[in-house]
């Protein structure tokens, strides 16, 4: 073939070159062009090769339906886009685009022998041949055949661009913006609904772009709609996922065909998401020709008729100077005409039907155009180019050649219903179209012009393969151009008994590909019709899911990239962490400090460090995470007795609870302290994960199950910062700076609560202990936390205070036996399993999860339970997690009857302790088990979960 | 400790200025979270008028749902608990912190990430929503005036989450 640029016809400026380089070669085209059309001007006809065999490929299509023209282009820096189609592609300025799938060039491949050798593997080949031996699939077969089969290669440098999203809302939506997109926006405009319409091109107009009859017009309604103050008009906008209630995605491309969108810093974003939401939405989507299905129509050159009408009209590019025309439709011929009468070379029609409407064929004829009715093409010659075609006389069954340098197929039009599929519309099959066409819709949606079928493109005949003398089983005639899927493919399909078009889908891989089956899905299911011997209908369509074009990860991430990607929430008291080197840990979205190290220090010593300053003087831990719910009404006591397991009415004012919540399951959910602040009103603590389901879950009992309680709940959590200054100097450290209290141990207990001021900031002091030291949670508003933590920490500085992270904490509590719940509970642990029998209100009449706690298999032996460990090495920390057995000579696989919750390095013990859930664990006190490790095994004695002060004595400092 | 407390916040204090938008932290302020079966009864304990209608304003009130209504005013300003009645007053002015968006920009910037069809917004009027996965509050003053009230910690998050959007938004066209 010899494309060549044509005058005097097209839309591109010709009055601004504009310079590339495809595959290392400088070219220029014109600014309007495509990479397609303005390689195609230079007489290029050679764009990739395909996905399996390596065969060389061209233009089928000339916009989105485009198959085999997938090109690679460069952003710079390392930095590129693969598997972009040519035909998409708007050429700038310095623009640097290579070929895929190739080595070493496009036009020598080593991996075209896979053509060669094409018979011996069809479809179903790879899931058959490369089963065993299993373990060769992952290292062997998947990467080999991932290197000769495929697209164009994964970035591996970091995304530099941004994207932006958007929501949008419109009365109508009108997606696509050809000649019946735009009547409908002009219907709409200056009335007060809002519209947008959105065009996936970077100028709208769609076909009426390839119509020069159609100019004038279309210049004064997109004039007309760029001055109409209701409408948004998007270009280069993707539609590419309808969603429920008239929810549509669409991508907006901002930067790609900019020649110098500026520094990366100052740089528009490249893409934005547009989320819609439409009161009614128009679809315009159009419709895509067919390819015909015969040997040879892979060769570069054989391109869809209104593809290359397209290339002549819209940017003046011939395909050919002499071509030839294979049509089982109407509309190639009107296409052919339309083109020898612009100036380019039609030397024959060729149509598969035997009658034709004879105002067309005299037309054609009229033109110098030669006609060949009731004929077939059954071969193309040429490799890298058409040099000729094979035609078969229906009638006589011989072939002759017919010169040509390009072939142009007409096999009838595919309504574009990808979004109408998406919003669950149905489709009915149209004998007339031979294709489906939107019947129900499910959304307030309409469908204009081709898409709806209304656009008259003639009549056609529905052909599966067109008819050849050859051997069907020695040809390869191309149904799905990306995923190398022939027709002999289907009818393999069929023979092994496929039976449903989602299994030939699945076992030839048809329709899979980037471009979802835009040209092939009607043609295979034409034949595997014929191959079963059943009309179409009954065989069905497979699902058209989203998205209608591959679209960015970028721009579906949207904002969501770097420091937007999740809301790392921070305490009040974080920035002051920070400037003093702590190393952080996330903690639900938190994050939290886990230690403070000082120079030369790891982790291990600094929490050594850390854990013997809080008992030996005094520690200053961030403990603002914790959720917090302030529950109040005159039901507020009422509330919490059936909430908790243990009993609430009888809490004095002024007095702190521990208080462990269960499922209805009868397993732990979470645990905190409380304080009853007045008689109708508590402050209550959750974990820090556990914060926001723990005020689900109790809103949702207070709302369903006891909306009869006048009890409400409001979080907390962040009005207030808690400050956790524990250890035996603690009270000395925060008397002077307290107003309003009595701190004396006997005015305020363990687990007491005051209210007074500290540092002159209000607080709500809790005298409570999570160490087992004297401790006090200082809590006071979240403003004025990192203030008041800044003057405790001075005012501990000649008591020798700490800053101590999550880590210490864990430490300090596990010494103590206090569990935390997520690490030592997993969602199937009671509280007689914890240990928490005292936490439960034997006398209650009910709670959330009472029942469940008598349940047989709750009471039953054999659970497991939460106990001590100690090495016999005391020096050695048992692994988090590590799988418990009591024998260990027995043979693998050994019965595992626990695991590890907890394990650290006590520096206040001199050695290493752990807790365990064990089967019956109680029960095992004082034996020895077995904790096997790769190569050695580990032996610990089972003890409680108490290991440092048994008496409770430095409660009170 | 005769210094006066010193009041941290987790974004800058100095506005964010663009072509058509500015994003300023709002001066901080009282809050309280408002609930109860029976609006008279609240209004009687708390002195307030209480706005009927969900996403209704009257004055600093604004009624968030069927028994919910949050208040707001000066610093330093105090409200009845209703200790005794069947109604929650809730200090809750740390809680939160106010942004405001001003200009002919902000309601674009806040339709960014947010799905309510913010420019069809009446005002007065707030109500919760997203801006993307935040929880906020958000309310309409005027035509070119919005505040969006969020949890301190998701404030910062917030924070450059708008001034992105209002910087993209100086590249793309209204």
Redesign the interface.
């Known amino acids: 073939m010899s494309g060549y640029r044509i005058d005097g016809l097209g839309r591109v400026d010709r009055s601004r070159r504009v310079n590339f380089t495809f595959d290392g070669q400088a070219y220029a085209g014109f600014a309007g062009d495509s990479l397609a059309s303005a390689l195609l001007a230079h007489g290029v006809t050679l764009f990739g090769r395909s996905f399996k065999y390596h065969r060389p490929r061209g233009l089928l299509g000339a916009g989105a339906e485009e198959p085999n023209a997938l090109v690679t282009v460069e952003r710079g820096g390392g930095v590129f886009t693969p598997n972009l189609r040519a035909t998409a592609v708007e050429i700038h300025e310095g623009l640097v685009a290579r070929s895929q799938n190739r080595w070493p060039s496009l036009k020598t491949d080593f991996g075209s022998i896979n053509d060669r050798l094409g018979r011996f593997f069809p479809a179903g080949f790879y899931n058959k041949t490369f089963m065993w031996p299993r373990s060769f699939w992952e290292k062997l077969y998947e990467p080999a055949i991932r290197r000769m089969a495929g697209l164009g290669d994964a970035p591996t440098v970091a995304d530099p661009d941004?994207y932006?999203?958007?929501?949008?809302?419109c009365e109508l939506l009108i997606i696509g913006a050809g000649p019946a997109g735009i009547d409908a926006a002009l219907e709409a405009a200056g009335t007060k609904q809002r519209v947008i319409l959105i065009d996936e091109n970077a100028e709208m107009g769609g076909g009426a772009l390839a119509d020069p009859a159609l100019a004038a017009w279309l210049e004064r309604s997109l004039k007309a709609l760029a001055e109409a103050p209701n409408v948004t008009l998007l270009k280069r906008t993707t539609a590419f996922g309808y969603y429920h209630d008239n929810f549509i995605g669409a991508v907006e491309r901002?930067t790609d065909h900019l020649a110098n969108p500026g520094p990366q810093s100052l740089?528009?974003?490249r893409e934005?998401l547009w989320?819609i939401?439409a009161g009614e939405v128009v679809l315009a989507t159009g419709a895509i020709e067919r390819p015909l299905v015969f040997a040879g129509n892979d060769v570069p050159g054989v391109m869809l008729a209104s593809a290359a009408r397209t290339f002549l009209f819209r940017d003046g590019v011939a395909v050919g100077r002499n071509v030839a025309v294979m049509a089982a439709h109407d509309s190639g011929w009107k296409d052919a005409c339309a083109m020898a009468r612009a100036g380019m070379g039609v030397a024959a029609i060729i149509d598969c039907r035997s009658e034709v409407d004879p105002a067309l064929v005299q037309e054609a004829e009229s033109l110098g155009i030669d006609c060949l009715i009731h004929w077939s093409v059954v071969g193309v010659n040429g490799r890298h180019g058409v040099k000729s075609v094979q035609v078969l006389h229906h009638d006589d069954f011989l072939d002759r050649r017919l010169p040509c340098d390009a072939l142009l197929m007409a096999g009838g039009w595919t309504p574009s219903v990808h979004l109408w599929s998406h919003s669950l519309g149905s489709l009915a099959w149209s004998d007339d179209w031979g294709a489906y066409l939107p019947d129900k819709p499910n959304e307030k949606v309409r469908c204009v012009g081709a898409c709806a079928g209304k656009w008259s493109f003639g009549s056609g005949m529905n052909v599966g393969h067109l008819e050849t003398n050859r051997n069907p089983a020695a040809i390869k005639a191309f149904v799905d151009f990306q995923n190398d899927v022939t027709a002999k493919d289907i009818s393999l399909a069929v023979r092994e008994g496929m039976k449903s078009v989602e299994h030939i889908k699945r076992y030839t891989t048809n329709g899979m590909a980037t471009d979802q089956g835009k040209t092939s899905n009607l043609n295979a299911l034409q034949l595997a019709s014929a191959a079963m011997g059943k009309p179409v209908p009954e065989i069905g369509l497979t699902t058209f899911r989203p998205p209608y074009t591959p679209q960015t990860f970028g721009a579906l991430a949207g904002?969501?990239q770097g420091?937007?990607f999740?809301?790392?929430?921070?305490?009040?008291i974080d920035?002051w962490a920070e400037a003093q080197g702590a190393v952080y840990e996330p903690v639900a979205q938190?994050r939290r400090a886990r230690y403070f190290p000082k120079p030369g220090e790891d982790m291990h010593k600094a929490v050594a460090r850390e854990c013997l300053a809080v008992r030996e003087r005094v520690g200053i831990f961030d403990a603002s995470t914790l959720g917090k719910i302030?529950v109040?009404?005159?039901d507020a006591a009422e509330f919490l007795n059936r909430m908790y397991t243990n009993p609430w009415k009888a809490l004095e004012p002024g007095r702190c609870r521990y208080g462990l919540l269960l499922g209805e399951d009868g397993f732990i959910r979470d645990d905190g302290v409380s304080a009853r602040m007045?008689?109708?009103?508590f402050h209550l603590t959750t974990t820090t994960g556990g914060a926001a389901r723990v005020l689900n879950m109790m809103e949702d009992y207070l709302q369903t199950e006891w909306p009869d309680l006048?009890v409400?709940l409001?979080?907390?959590?962040?009005?207030?910062a808690v400050i956790a200054l524990q250890g035996p100097k603690a009270r000395e450290v925060i008397a002077p700076?307290v107003q309003g209290i009595d701190l004396s141990p006997e005015a305020f207990p363990h687990m007491a609560v005051r209210e007074g001021t500290i540092?002159?900031?209000p607080t709500r002091l809790f005298r409570v202990s999570f160490t087992g030291e004297l401790g006090f949670e200082i809590n006071v508003?979240?403003?004025?936390?990192?203030?008041?933590w800044e003057?405790v920490f001075a005012a501990g500085q000649a008591h020798g205070i700490t800053p101590y992270g999550t880590e210490t904490m864990h430490v300090l509590r596990a010494e103590k036996g206090f569990i935390i719940v997520g690490q030592d509970t997993d969602g199937t642990v009671t509280p007689h399993d914890a240990g928490l029998d005292w936490a439960v209100g034997k006398k209650k009449p009910d709670f959330v999860g009472k029942r469940s706690l008598a349940r047989p298999d709750i009471v039953a032996d054999g659970r497991k339970q939460l106990v001590g460990l100690l090495t016999d090495n005391p020096a050695e920390v048992l692994e988090e997690g590590a799988q418990i057995v009591a024998d260990p000579n027995q043979p693998v696989p050994m019965k595992m009857i626990g695991h590890v919750t907890s394990s650290y390095a006590s520096a206040t013990l001199g050695r290493s302790i752990a807790m365990a859930l064990v089967a019956d664990g109680r029960a095992r006190v004082g034996q020895k088990l077995h904790i096997p490790m790769p190569g050695r095994v580990i032996t610990a004695t089972v003890t409680d979960t108490l290991f440092y002060d048994r008496e409770g004595s430095r409660l009170d400092g | 400790m005769a210094d006066t407390p010193v009041r941290s916040m987790p974004v800058p204090a100095e506005p964010a200025v663009f072509s058509g938008v500015t994003i300023a932290l709002a001066a901080p302020c009282a809050r309280w979270s408002l609930r109860a079966r029976d609006a008279a009864l609240l209004e009687k304990v708390t002195g307030l008028k209480l706005p009927r209608k969900i996403g209704e304003v009257v004055g600093e009130t604004v009624c968030l749902g069927p028994d919910e209504w949050l208040t707001r005013a000066p610093a330093g300003a105090t409200l009845p608990d209703g200790a005794g009645e069947k109604v929650a007053v809730v200090d809750i002015a740390e809680r939160a912190l106010t942004l405001t968006l001003s200009g002919p920009a902000a309601a674009r910037v806040i339709a960014a990430g947010c799905p309510r069809d913010v420019e069809r917004l009446p005002f007065p009027y707030a109500s919760r929503t997203v801006f993307e996965g935040v929880e906020v509050l958000l309310q309409r003053d005027a035509e070119d005036a919005f505040t969006i009230e969020v949890w301190r910690s998701f404030a910062p998050w917030l924070w450059t989450a708008l001034t992105q959007a209002a910087a993209d938004m100086e590249h793309l066209p209204a």
């Open positions: 941004h932006a999203a958007t929501y949008a809302h901002l740089r528009a974003p934005q989320r939401r904002h969501a420091p937007l999740q809301p790392t929430r921070k305490s009040p920035s938190w302030e109040i009404g005159p007045a008689p109708d009103r006048d409400w409001t979080s907390t959590t962040e009005q207030w700076l540092c002159g900031v508003p979240a403003g004025f936390g990192r203030h008041v003057q």
